[in-house]
């Protein structure tokens, strides 16, 4: 059987940008970088971690838009990471709400969505 989400992957335009991004507002560090050889449309793929959490930042070299999609990370401080991330000009895409828990545990939790450089979608809970 399957255990986990090994990666998420999307397109970005600028990995310089999408890097720093998620360095200096998240907490990921770059671990590896490399080309896609047989894909010419790739200029690099970076991979970026925050504990078991990988993020693939696929380099484009032609215009691939990212859509319909989002992914979510928890927060063990709601409001510190929140105000942080507006203050430092973040887009917020869905203002901070309680949402219907899924389980117990949840009861209580706040969600907020934020835009990430590329157009991504940035969920957090806690």
Sequence with gaps: MFTRIDHVAFSVKDRARSIAFY???FGFNKYFEHDVPGMP???KVVYLQ????VLELEHWTSDK???GY???LISDNFDEDYARLVAAGVPVVKEPH???PRVP???GWKRVVFQGPDG????FRG
């Design 23 to 25: 360095e200096e507002h």
């Design 41 to 43: 449309d790739i200029e």
């Design 50 to 53: 925050l504990g078991d959490t």
């Design 65 to 67: 838009e990212n859509k």
């Design 70 to 72: 989002h992914f979510c």
């Design 98 to 100: 309680i949402p219907s």
């Design 105 to 107: 545990q949840e009861a």
């Design 120 to 123: 991504e979608q940035i969920e």
